[in-house]
């Protein structure tokens, strides 16, 4: 199994930007694609972004597309989330996760294909 730990979120400015981390443990990192999800209060959990298991392939929603980047490096077994742009809607609980299957997509986007899960980090965006 994989243990997932997110670090980095907090109170920022609209415009600002914060960078989150995910710390990996448990089996091969550079074995599986990861991604990051955000559920805000009241809301389902969404889709943020994705990469695949070298870094050369990423996904994004189309509400973060240009102003967040994810990416990966697989010798400190961390997947990053840069967040450029913040908005107060980008306002939420992040996770990140691992799509650890065989015979998930590559870059996988829906939170069925993830099957292991950090404990959050709160981003809050003041207006």
């Known amino acids: 199994q994989v243990q997932l730990v997110e670090s980095g979120g907090g109170l920022v400015q609209a415009g600002g930007s914060l960078r989150l981390s995910c710390a990996a443990s448990g089996r091969t990192f550079s074995s599986y694609a990861m991604g990051w999800f955000r559920q805000a209060p009241g809301k389902e959990r969404e889709f943020v972004t994705s990469i695949n298991w070298s870094g050369g392939r990423t996904y994004y929603a189309d509400s973060v597309k240009g102003r967040f980047t994810i990416s990966r490096d697989n010798a400190k077994n961390t997947v990053y989330l840069q967040m450029n742009s913040l908005k107060p809607e980008d306002t939420a609980v992040y996770y990140c996760?691992?799509?650890?299957?065989?015979?998930?997509?590559?870059?996988?986007?829906?939170?069925?294909?993830?099957?292991?899960w950090g404990q959050g980090t709160q981003v809050t965006v003041s207006s």
């Open positions: 996760a691992a799509a650890l299957r065989i015979g998930v997509p590559s870059v996988p986007r829906t939170s069925a294909a993830f099957d292991c």
